[in-house]
């Protein structure tokens, strides 16, 4: 992890990573946490298929995800999944239809920087499988996969792939 060196507030390079979660600058006092941030993943299933997404741009380009993404401020993780379910496949859902069904640790890569996040796991069922328009900034395609033949290696995510261990066993 590509660590931060200057401290924010007195400018010196001073900065101290403890290895788990904090920088703290021994000149000024400064401490700055790296707290564990929320993200949501959404399991769209139509039968015995899921909805995967594949990732159009690093971390893990090419692998398969989940549709998701981090929670904002004052954001509920449900209302997280139905923007970001808009934002990556223009699909509209009914909140209400979410089923909440687990929460695993995870670490997010991005610009040489670890970021711990908890994901959150939902399930939102449809009664008719659907094609969308993507957004191909972030995605280059979405397929429909039987849950019996999603290789695991195909993942882009260590939590998601741990998910689906336990899911394909349902």
């Known amino acids: 992890m590509k660590l931060l060196k200057y401290c924010p507030s007195c ?3 001073s900065l101290h990573w403890d290895g788990e979660k904090k920088w703290s600058c021994p000149n000024c006092g400064f401490t700055l946490y790296n707290n564990v941030a929320g993200a949501v993943a959404v399991v769209i ?3 015995d298929e899921v909805y995967l997404t594949r990732r159009n741009r690093d971390p893990k380009k090419g692998k398969l995800d989940l549709a998701g993404g981090f929670v904002d401020p004052k954001e509920s993780a449900e209302e997280t ?4 379910l808009f934002e990556e496949l223009q699909l509209d859902i009914d909140i209400s239809n979410l089923k909440y069904l687990t929460s695993l640790p995870n670490v997010y890569q991005y610009k ?6 908890i994901d959150l796991f939902y399930e939102y069922n449809v009664s008719e499988k659907f094609e969308v328009n993507l957004e191909t ?3 280059s395609e979405a397929v429909w996969i039987p849950l019996k033949e999603l290789n695991l290696e195909d993942i882009a995510f260590d939590s998601q792939k ?4 336990g899911y394909k066993k349902k």
Not at 81 to 84: G, S, T
Not at 112 to 117: A, G, H, M, P, V
Not at 162 to 165: A, C, D, M
């Open 45 to 47: 299933r139509c039968g």
């Open 162 to 165: 741990k998910f689906f261990e």
């Open 112 to 117: 040489e920087i670890d970021y711990n996040t």
């Open 137 to 139: 900034s972030e995605i």
């Open 81 to 84: 999944c139905k923007r970001e």
């Open 11 to 13: 400018g010196k390079e």
